[in-house]
């Protein structure tokens, strides 16, 4: 047993570091570790600019353009991004939809949308969850009917992250309304601009716009825009849903996290001490910080694994229930660490167009939302009740 | 990175298993716990031939020089098989007498490694909770040697061991001594622990005793050491954990209610898988304790062990708690080895600091208050 990384890996954290260091934008940075909310073009820059490397597809196979790294070397990427501070690439594309048509996409589909992912051409968004369809997705009921050369799609999506600023949409719908559930479904890839697509904003109780209804009235699309066999879209949907990686857990992001709220905690008064020092406190931050070391030690085993060639197989599902729990315990604990001065509420700052806040506290005014934000974490990507149902079976045999 | 065991120690956890598996059934320990003597000397001999009492030892010794990973290996099995030999009072006194590493350390070290002689060492005063430096103890130059006054309660497989390894108060400072079993002047009462292991409440009255180590050396030694111990316990932790979350699960399988088995229950799946993280994180970090023992760096050793004793503390409540409520009625009766699995971890979480005791340690390391990334 050798919990170290190889002196090669070092290395290669070592370079990482230095291209970050010398090629985030300090502007962006900033706007990541003081907890603003980031615009179209701060992910699309930032996207582009790793494009031109093949850093934005960390997990692609070089033939697709991905740098060829390794499970260890992707995680040293994950992590070194977190601590930086740089905003992360955004999934739909790179990692939902990507993978899915690498293993099942026709090879005209393959060579048109791959490049456009990697270099941000196209903005993703994903149309899984339907209003009366998240948990039990098979049930959704968006049609599809063929007519001549196109397929004719008409229901209603939501959830859809991002999608204001999406040129394309992959979408499960219904194709045989008389099969069961899971043999009527089809993945259909949507360009957003067709006629009939309508994008409405879901706001979120942070007051923020990052979800969205998206309704379908009558949307031709082509019949080359199917990927692989209609009526076999939920054997792709479930591997994407398999093609989660390691990262799930964000480890990286919570030790950034944790050390902001320190610092927090150093400036807050408790007595004649400060809250860092005191005893109550303190000790629900030790936990959280034990409860992370616990939980990067069970990502490097899952790592460790993967590199050896197993994939992560339901123990991402521990991931995701323990990651999301110890980012929500982080948002909780900085709410805790200013008190009072959580209660300001300035979107105008969040947005970057007031330079300071208007309470007068910088590091305190984006918490609250940050921490009302962040509810969603145990909710997406599969609830983490339905994590739980899933290391059930998958794990315990139950 | 690298997480899988050695072939030797896969090996070696193997023969253990083995043997625990053929002749240390529950039953079999059960019958031990309720005997006089409370252990067998059956197993004691068969532990040391299989090399147990060696592998902590220096080479030089007689030993075979195994570090804390393949202690990890031995530790989770006595777990599993819920163990009350006294390997632990003699794998951590062992370990006492390699970090002293004098000449005298080393006399007693070569017979330890052999099986010859049984270790304990003195942690605790009544009172003292989990303050290793709470002792009250007392040393005194008298003739060529010293003489020891004072009381150790709660000394774990104290009335087995040949030599006690006991913390006192030499000119105020702290200081080790070695004490042999057949001394003057020390009264020794043994009890059972409700987890089934021995312990002994030994009293000194001008005790004769012989110095361990240097002087001004007695604090931080003794404070290795408890972190040792510290660490073996968490090893034999998760070896329980592992246990008794596979009792739950199969129990429930087997369990009908409502004409079907109450695995059946998402209730109760959902609470097995809490387990199961709880377990896995335990074992995350225990790993981290193994990698972090043997570093130069003391502060670093202190952060990882208290980071361990408290996370496998948080798992042995939760999982202890839970494995007895999904074994419903059974879960409470004494005749389940799950309530037994429960008792020990009851017992590991309140031996040298509990999960509040270990939190505070690590918040008041300097790298705490750290705020640079």
Redesign the interface.
Known sequence: ??????PADDAFRADIRAWLDANLPQALRAKVLDHKRLNRDDYASWHKLLGTRGWSVVAWPKEYGGPGWDA?QRHIWDEECA?IGAPGVLPFGVSMVAPVLMKYGSDAQKAHYLPRILDGTDWWCQGYSEPGSGSDLASLRTRAERQDDHYVVNGQKTWTTLGQFADMMFCLVRTDTGAKKQEGISFLLIDMKTPGITVRPIITLDEDHEVNEVFLEDVKVPLENLVGEENRGWTYAKYLLGHERTGIARVGQS??EL?FL??LA?NQKKGSVSL??D?VF??K???L???M??????V??V???EANGRGPGPEAS?LK??GTEVQQALTELMVEAVGPQAAAFDPAYLEGEREHSLAGDDDAAPLAAYYFNFRKTSIYGGSN?IQ??I??QM???? | ?????TDEQQQFRDALRRYLDNEYTFDARQKIVASKEGVDAKHWTAFTELGLTALPAPEAQGGFDGGP?DMLVVMQELGRALVVEPYWATAVGIEALRLVGDDHANALLERAASGEIKLAVAFHEPHARYDLFSVGTTAQEKGDGFVLSGQKSLVLHGAQADYWIVPARLAGEIALFVVARGAANVEVTEYRTIDGQRAATLTFKATPADRLGKANTGAATLERIADYATFLLCAEAVGVLDALNHAT?EY??ERKQFGTPI??F?AL??R???M??HA???R??T??A??RYTSEDADERRRAIS?AK??VG?AARFVGQQAVQLHGGMGVTNEVAAAHWFKRLSIIETTLGDV?HH??R??SLPG??????
């Open positions: 047993m050798d919990l170290n990384y190889s260890t601590r030790k950034r050390v320190k610092r150093a860092l020092a005893a303190s000790s931050i030790a936990a910080e034990i409860e070391m616990a939980l990067e030690v069970t490097q085993r790592v460790a694994s521990m229930i323990k009740e739980k149902n290391i059930a794990i315990l045999g139950l | 990175m690298d997480f899988n065991f990973a699960v429930t399988k695995a059946r998402q799946q959902h097995m898988v809490e199961l993280i896995e994180q335990a995350s970090i790993y981290l193994a990698a980071a408290a996370r948080q509040d939190l505070a690590f918040a705490f208050a750290d705020t640079d990334v």
